[in-house]
T-cell receptor
Framework: DQQVKQNSPSLSVQEGRISILNCDYT??????FLWYKKYPAEGPTFLIS?????DKNEDGRFTVFLNKSAKHLSLHIVPSQPGDSAVYFCAATLLNAGGTSYGKLTFGQGTILTVHP | NAGVTQTPKFQVLKTGQSMTLQCAQD?????MYWYRQDPGMGLRLIYYSASEGTTDKGEVPNGYNVSRLNKREFSLRLESAAPSQTSVYFCASNRQGVGEQYFGPGTRLTVT
């Protein structure tokens, strides 16, 4: 049972345009959502996150939107740059029973973003 | 700060051989994790250690064992490697109360 899904295996965008990567989840208990970026032969690196109490979080060119009723989040990259070409993973986690720490991450399958010059 | 380090970077094993993947972090994090990444599957959790002295199974623990040697180090052992364990293995860590995990560079393992 895939609790976090990225239904688009790949996305191709022109430099300077907006890239929109999508992610759906099924577990309504998830409290916290993250996006990771991964280059070939490297480990994933944290990009941006959002708590379930918010619906938007911005960091420079990157914005994450959360729609809890639809169980959907998206990552917007504006403007897209060739260096953004990578695999993007969304992930979700939830607080422990005591509300003091987050546990394991559940990842989507990833979307390969290619930004053409 | 080296962050999260993993050794070896590459390994080829024959079916039935054993090996241990090593992971260390220098960020004073409480929690450590082992994931595997397979094409089209994302990253799947094998085992994790919420704090020193504790370990728990993740989504795909069969065929693996782990040891949390101390706060810094968390190793993953394959006792009898199988071709289905061909994968890229990532170690990660984070501190209590924070959702973001920090990943090592990975170990690419091939079992023939």
């Amino acid at each position: 049972d895939q609790q976090v899904k990225q239904n688009s295996p790949s996305l191709s965008v022109q430099e300077g345009r907006i890239s929109i990567l999508n992610c759906d989840y099924t577990n309504s208990m998830f409290d916290y959502f993250l996006w990771y970026k991964k280059y070939p032969a490297e480990g994933p690196t944290f990009l941006i996150s959002i708590s379930s109490i918010k619906d938007k979080n911005e960091d420079g060119r990157f914005t994450v939107f959360l729609n809890k009723s639809a169980k959907h989040l998206s990552l917007h990259i504006v403007p897209s740059q060739p260096g953004d070409s990578a695999v993007y993973f969304c992930a979700a986690t939830l607080l422990n029973a005591g509300g003091t720490s987050y546990g394991k991450l559940t990842f989507g399958q990833g979307t390969i973003l290619t930004v053409h010059p | 700060n080296a962050g999260v380090t993993q050794t070896p970077k590459f390994q080829v094993l024959k079916t039935g051989q054993s090996m241990t993947l090593q992971c260390a972090q220098d960020m004073n994090h409480n929690s450590m994790y082992w994931y595997r990444q397979d094409p089209g599957m994302g990253l799947r959790l094998i085992y994790y250690s919420a704090s020193e002295g504790t370990t728990d199974k993740g989504e795909v623990p069969n065929g693996y064992n782990v040891s949390r040697l101390n706060k810094r180090e968390f190793s993953l052992r394959l006792e009898s490697a199988a071709p289905s364990q061909t994968s890229v293995y990532f170690c990660a860590s984070n501190r209590q109360g924070v959702g973001e995990q920090y990943f090592g560079p990975g170990t690419r393992l091939t079992v023939t």
